[in-house]
């Protein structure tokens, strides 16, 4: 080995060292001690990643979720929520597993700009996966009990948490027990239970659901899918993350 190679390896040495003293630990100065050395400074800066990895992980997500204090109303198979300026249209399917990602990304930040008075979101609750479900129909009854919860005082609520527990595609879906339960759970108030099980909103989910697939302006390539996302009825684009506050900042 060359002078340079040894220089290079005593320079490496000595910067090893020299953490292992910053870490509170005296290395051996013997030259038969100078694998070990290195391998406890490994150790040491390997402990440090770790703990440094764990730090961040436990303060990624701090902050508290978003309460929603706006108020929302429905009409037909729409759910209009918050009275801002800005119309956001958001056509979704319970079933849809791309619509609880869109939930999971833009939930919050919709529920911010709402409580903030800046949008108003008129979330269309159509059943274009009917058939995807086992029995079929799952589509349509989860968007009816969603409609229940409105007069119940718990959409934002109530809409979360049937993403939450999204059930796979072809199975059977939530049963109607767990989706009155789920309102319960939430102090659902008034005949929430007797509207899920007498199924006083799917006629409305039907008649929204022909709508939006009928409708030629919510169509990408030639077909209506969800979600679909509209600002002030141009259709934008939910894999840009800026999409809504550029909506907002104009």
Request: charged share 20%; with cysteine.
């Amino acid at each position: 080995m060359g002078g340079a190679s040894r220089a290079e390896k005593r320079r490496k040495q000595e910067a090893a060292e020299a953490r292992l003293r910053a870490a509170g630990i005296t290395p051996k100065a013997q030259g038969g001690d100078t694998k070990r050395t290195t391998f406890i400074a490994v150790a040491v800066l390997a402990v440090v990643a770790l703990v440094v990895g764990v730090t961040v992980l436990l303060t990624r997500d701090t902050g508290e979720p978003v309460v929603p204090t706006y108020t929302a109303t429905a009409e037909g198979g729409v759910v209009t929520a918050g009275s801002g300026p800005i119309v956001v249209d958001v056509y979704s399917d319970y079933l849809c597993p791309a619509c609880e990602r869109f939930e999971e990304r833009y939930g919050e930040e919709l529920t911010t700009a709402l409580n903030n008075g800046q949008i108003t979101v008129r979330y269309h609750l159509v059943a274009i996966l009917d058939e995807r479900s086992d029995p079929p129909g799952y589509s349509t009854r989860a968007a009816a009990a969603a409609l229940c919860s409105v007069p119940a005082g718990i959409f934002p609520a109530y809409h979360e948490r049937l993403f939450d527990e999204q059930p796979s595609e072809s199975g059977a879906g939530l049963s109607d027990e767990r989706l009155v339960a789920i309102g319960t759970e939430l102090g659902a108030g008034g005949d929430f239970a007797a509207c899920v099980t007498g199924e006083a909103n799917e006629d409305a989910v039907t008649a929204e659901t022909e709508a939006a697939v009928a409708n030629p302006a919510l169509r990408r390539n030639g077909s209506f899918g969800t979600p679909t996302v509209t600002v002030d009825g141009a259709l934008v684009e939910v894999n840009d993350p800026g999409w809504l506050q550029n909506a907002i900042t104009g």
